[in-house]
Structures are given as C-alpha cells and as structure tokens.
C-alpha cells in the first residue's frame, strides 16, 4: 500500500544484515520505519507491539530468524533463537508456524549455509503473506459486491482491530475485501471500532484514509446500536488463530461484535488466511492460549499533543486494579463464513477447503 504517494510494504529485508519495519507504536500520529539488526531486537519488537498482527508477526519471526543465523547457527542456538521468538507473543498462531516451516527447512542444512537459506525462506514466507491477502480480498469483494447488489445501497461495513496492510506484508486480510471492492467501485462505508485499549481502530481509520475508502470511527460500544438501527450489513474482521471446527480468536470486543451480530441477523465472516488456522485445536474456547497484556496498556492512553507528536495520557489512577486480556473466542455458531485464500466456507467446513487437513481436524 502507499503511504504519502510511496508504496511500502510493513516489513522488509535490507540486504541480509538488518530488517526494515514501520513502528506501529508511534501509528497513526507519526510515520516511523526502523532497522532491527538481531534475533533480540525482533523479539522485543513483537513483544512491544512495534510489529503486531498476527500475519505480520509470522512473517517477523522469519525474519527474526534469519537474523539469528547471522550471529550463529548452531543447532544449539538454532533453537534457542526459535524458542525466544515462539515465546514473544502467545495467542497468533502464524509465529510458530513461521518458525515450524523455517526450521524443518533449517535444521538438515550444514551450519554455513543456513543464514543464506533462511534470509531466502523469509522472503518467500513475505512474498506468500501478499499472494495469500490478495487472494482472500478478491474473495471478500465479491461478498461485498454481492450484498450491494441485495441491498442496492452503499454497504455499511463494521470492522475491529486492525485486520489492514499494517497488520500484514501487504493488502490485509479483512481490509484486503475492502480495499478491492471500493476500487472496483463497489459504494461502501466502513464503521471503524477504536479497538482499546491499544486503539488499533485509529490504524484502519489511518489506512482507510490514505486509500479514500468512506469510513467512520466509533467507539467500541456504539456496534450494537448500529446494528439494532439497521445501519450494518457486515461484520467483517480479522483473526489470530483459528480452530479447526471454526472457533475465531481475534482481538478482544470480536465476541461481542459477534453476539450483538446474532442477535440483529447481520453477517458476521472472519478474513482467515491458511497459517492462521491451527489444526491442532479443535475447541478454540478451551484450547487457545489468550495473551494478558500489561496493565499500562489501560492506565495510559497512546495521543498526540498540540504540535502532533506522539505522546501518552493517563487515565488510570494506579492504585485501581486492571486486567488487560488481549483476545478472546468467538464460537463458530456466531461465524458466518470465514474468508480464506481458497474461497468462503461456513466455519465448520474449513476441511473442505483443505482436504490436506481433513484429518487433522
């Protein structure tokens, strides 16, 4: 996507010395790239969230790898750099299996030929992040189109989080449909949920500007409301990790964006690209581990002051307590249909989109 008239992917290799990133943590006050030159400063970026959303992070831990075989690529060290990686953020699933893939790649290759190997796999991980996205939009954009067509006016379209280009290579998942619709001029209009407490919403609203899709920003509550009065024909969001029989894992508040949804008979799908389906699990509720974040992330409020530049607020006195679950579980009887690079499928027939895995789940 483009950024002040630049294309510009979120993640990039230069060279096979340092990674290049934008600084979502600064987003969107200030537009801000970085260099990462090892295993550790990729770690902490996932951590902190300066890189965030679950494709993105696949594809960041990859990278991290590759710059973790630079500084020594002994088994040994091998895998403790995919062990410090795995462990840097619980919940999205598209990290282990960027280190599972790069790994099982790794592992047999003689100890001086795996920095090459895995500076060339992580690119190709990226490059498959843009084809996968680009795929899953031209699928959701017909769903948006189609709805158009139902309703015969401009599709009003609910997200929450960040499901954009930011939160992947290129494209996004969620934003991808949404992108390729309004290009194709399909008229919509985009409800954008602020998303606390990281406020990711203000992310989408920032991308959704710089494309000139219609949009709205609203507070995370105010959903259910639209939705009663009739002005949200979609829900369409992004998710973390996946369950083999459905179940979505996505940023915390999606639950009750799918229960208002159920409630008021409007569709609510889930842009799913294949690594972050986790075939493994079969009961998300039970199974997926949820991320609980720091309370900081409550108590202070990420703004800009008079002259723009980034700063923080308090709004939490610190003796109150918090808690700061970062995700939680919608159950695959409130999902629609989850949008995959393969097509769209009601949530319990995933394996017939993937025969590969029909065992599995």
């Not at 599972?100 to 290759?109: I, S, Y």
């Not at 940023?251 to 208002?260: D, R």
């Not at 970062?326 to 989850?338: I, K, M, N």
């Amino acid at each position: 996507m483009k950024v002040n008239g630049v294309h510009y992917r979120s993640i990039w290799p230069l060279g096979e010395k340092a990674v290049g990133i934008v600084d979502q943590t600064v987003l969107p006050h200030a537009f801000v790239t970085r260099s990462l030159h090892s295993a550790d400063e990729m770690v902490e970026a996932i951590r902190s969230m300066v890189v965030r959303g679950a494709p993105l992070i696949g594809v960041a831990a990859a990278y991290g790898l590759a710059l973790a075989m630079n500084e020594s690529a002994t088994d040994k060290d091998l895998a403790s750099a995919c062990d410090r990686l795995n462990a840097a953020r619980p919940t999205a699933v598209n990290l282990r299996w960027a280190l599972d893939r790069m790994h099982a790649l790794l592992a047999p290759l003689p100890t001086d030929q795996r920095a090459g190997a895995a500076w060339r796999e992580a690119a190709r991980i990226a490059d498959e992040d843009v084809e996968l996205n680009r795929a899953i939009g031209r699928h959701g954009a017909a769903l948006i189109r189609d709805l158009h067509i139902a309703h015969q006016h401009p599709v009003q379209i609910l997200t929450h989080c960040n499901a954009g280009w930011i939160a992947t290579v290129d494209y996004g998942t969620a934003l991808s449909a949404i992108y390729q619709a309004h290009d194709a001029g399909v008229p919509l209009h985009v409800w954008v949920d602020e998303t606390r407490p990281r406020s990711q919403g203000l992310l989408t609203a920032w991308e959704l500007a710089a494309h000139g899709v219609p949009h709205t920003v609203i507070v995370d509550n105010a959903g259910g409301h639209l939705m009663q009065r009739g002005r949200v024909d979609l829900v369409l969001v992004g998710a973390d990790r996946v369950s083999a029989r459905g179940d979505v894992a996505n940023k915390i508040g999606t639950y009750l964006k799918a229960l208002a949804a159920h409630d008021n008979g409007v569709p609510f799908y889930a842009a799913v690209p294949s690594p972050t389906i986790d075939w493994s699990i079969a009961d998300g509720l039970a199974e997926v581990p949820i991320e609980e974040r720091s309370a900081v992330e409550v108590r202070e409020v990420a703004v800009a002051d008079a002259q723009g530049s980034p700063s923080r607020v308090r709004v939490v006195d610190g003796a109150t307590s918090v808690a700061n679950p970062a995700f939680d579980v919608t159950p695959a009887r409130l999902v629609t249909g989850l949008l995959t690079e393969r097509g769209i499928v009601a949530p319990g027939a995933l394996a017939t989109l993937f025969p590969e895995h029909r065992r599995a789940a």
